[in-house]
């Protein structure tokens, strides 16, 4: 019976720990009849290599994403349920940002980790802007420009991968955990 108690509360205690939930967040890839219908008359098309569809579930909402490389360029495009535009990027490196821009980002995270290592960095620009598409293909400078970096860092010996906006100047807008990559598909 002294058992039987002592079990009872280290369950009790130890339960809601093991039973806590995660917020998921994965993108799996697609078929193209599963993608939302678009206008693929707007978008520059010619000489792209490798178009793959994904899609990217939330708790919030469900992002539809186009990925393809033109030219040594890996673009993509992200759309909402209904086949609206909601932002448009494409990876960049270092060298691409400007110095004090990329200057700040560095401080930034190293402000706030031990130890980072830049994963990749993407320009992206907000779909809701006029010509959008225009200024995706062009790469041009804006104002409104985001960089989203993902990047391992290290935190009182705890390494984990996280997702980093920052606006055009460097500053941080919002810092997120990446969830490690999905490993269904292999055996032990």
Do not use: W
């Not at 520059?44 to 490389?69: A, G, H, Q, V």
């Not at 790469?139 to 409104?144: D, R, V």
């Amino acid at each position: 019976m002294k058992y039987s108690y002592v079990t009872l509360m280290l369950l009790l205690l130890l339960g809601p720990n093991c039973y806590s939930q995660a917020k998921l967040e994965r993108e799996h890839r697609i078929q193209k009849s599963q993608f939302p219908s678009i206008n693929m008359d707007h978008l520059p098309m010619e000489n792209t290599k490798n178009i793959r569809y994904y899609r990217e579930i939330d708790t919030s909402k469900i992002t539809y994403t186009l990925k393809f490389r033109k030219g040594k360029m890996h673009y993509h495009l992200d759309y909402n349920e209904k086949g609206t535009l909601q932002n448009t990027g494409f990876i960049v490196k270092e060298i691409d940002i400007p110095t004090d821009t990329y200057a700040q980002i560095r401080s930034v995270l190293n402000a706030n980790f031990e130890k980072i290592k830049i994963k990749y960095i993407q320009q992206r620009y907000l779909g809701s802007s006029e010509n959008v598409l225009k200024n995706t293909f062009q790469n041009l400078m804006l104002p409104s420009n985001t960089y989203k970096v993902m990047f391992r860092g290290k935190k009182v010996d705890q390494r984990e991968d996280y997702f980093a906006i920052f606006n055009a100047e460097g500053y941080l807008i919002k810092t997120t955990t990446a969830l490690p990559a999905n490993y269904d598909r292999v055996l032990y």
